[in-house]
């Protein structure tokens, strides 16, 4: 099975801030790398496919990047709305495993 | 829009079957576009994926999970449904539906989530 490890668990930032999250796979995943936004009681929101792909809808604050085994999800200029948990999902080989979600939360 | 609602009981003694039921409006579940997929997570723990069924009746479940579960879809109500056989604690988790865009290889409609426990 792939192995999805995801970093930092948490991280404290300000609105207006760059934030960087990383996932890394235990094996070549190729592009094949998602990121999903989570906020407590919701449903997850996907925000970027096959690694660098903007989800429709969601905004141009929040890119992808990488492939083979390490990838990032950046958000430029932190918005209040954007105070939630990230995780990524690889989706090359069954079973389609998750990192373990980045929470961020306001400085 | 489309939405996906997970139902079925929120408590589940040791050794019986979980049922769950996910109700799709707003999409078709005899589109060709979408796997109908399953995902949990246990308390503390990562999101699991546990499978998908196809239009077709195909289905792809987590090999950790296989011989216990069963899939199923049924057009007429545009619903698919999880069955888990013989549950212990290790299953009490939040389960969530969700769609999976063949083009995009990703989950782009989640449900809610449902709370699940395995108890006496």
């Known amino acids: 099975d792939v192995q999805m490890t995801q970093s930092p668990s948490s991280l404290s930032a300000s609105i207006g801030d760059r934030v960087t999250i990383t996932c890394r796979s235990s094996?070549?995943?190729?592009?094949?790398l998602n990121w999903y936004q989570q906020k407590p009681g919701k449903a997850p929101k996907l925000l970027i496919y096959t690694a660098s792909t903007l989800q429709s809808g969601v905004p141009s604050r929040f890119s992808g990047s990488g492939s083979g085994t390490d990838f990032t999800l950046t958000i430029n200029s932190l918005q209040p709305e954007d105070f939630a948990t990230y995780f990524c999902q690889q989706s090359n080989s069954i079973p389609y495993s998750f990192g373990q979600g980045t929470k961020l939360e306001i400085k | 829009q489309v939405l996906l609602q997970e139902s079925g009981p929120g408590l589940v003694k040791p050794s019986q079957t979980l049922s769950l039921t996910c109700t799709v409006s707003?999409?078709?579940?005899?589109?060709?576009?979408?796997?109908w997929t399953w995902i949990r997570q246990p308390p503390g723990k990562d999101l699991e994926w546990i499978g998908y069924i196809y239009r077709s009746g195909n289905t792809q479940y987590n090999p950790s999970l296989k011989s216990r579960l069963t899939f199923s879809l049924d057009t007429s109500k545009n619903q698919f449904s999880l069955n888990l056989r013989s549950v212990t604690a290790a299953d009490t988790a939040v389960y969530y539906c969700a769609r999976r865009y063949l083009v995009a290889a990703a989950l782009d409609s989640w449900g809610q989530g449902t709370r699940v426990t395995v108890s006496s």
């Open positions: 707003g999409a078709s579940v005899s589109s060709g576009d979408y796997y």
């Open positions: 094996q070549s995943i190729y592009k094949f």
